[in-house]
């Protein structure tokens, strides 16, 4: 099993900029997929961007650009550092962990954090 521990959301203006962490209860390198998911009111949750255990990224194409997905094996911590923010990007954001529990591939999820963008 997997928890995981999100920070770093919060109030900022359009055009600003927040970096979110997540930290995981073991090593990073253990798990498949790491990411970050978010979900808006009224909306689905969405892939916002992912690494793979390899170091391997994607992006969603409204994010492109301005998020980067990072992460420290020592601290067993991904981050999402997010530039440019737009209202659009409001929403509560969600760290994923997808990795193999008994030959299955079995998502765990953070608590959420709430970014708001607006002036």
């Known amino acids: 099993q997997v928890q995981l521990v999100e920070s770093g959301g919060g109030l900022v203006q359009p055009g600003g900029s927040l970096r979110l962490s997540c930290a995981a209860s073991r090593s990073i390198f253990s798990i498949n997929f790491m990411g970050w998911y978010r979900q808006a009111p009224g909306k689905e949750r969405e892939l916002v961007a992912t690494m793979s255990s390899g170091g391997t990224t994607t992006y969603a194409n409204s994010v492109k650009g301005r998020f980067t997905i990072s992460r420290d094996a020592a601290k067993n911590t991904v981050y999402l550092q997010m530039n440019s923010l737009k209202p659009e990007d409001e929403a509560v954001y969600y760290c994923?962990?997808?990795?193999?529990?008994?030959?299955?591939?079995?998502?765990?999820w953070g608590q959420g954090t709430q970014v708001t963008v607006s002036s």
């Open positions: 994923n962990a997808n990795t193999m529990f008994h030959a299955k591939p079995v998502d765990y």
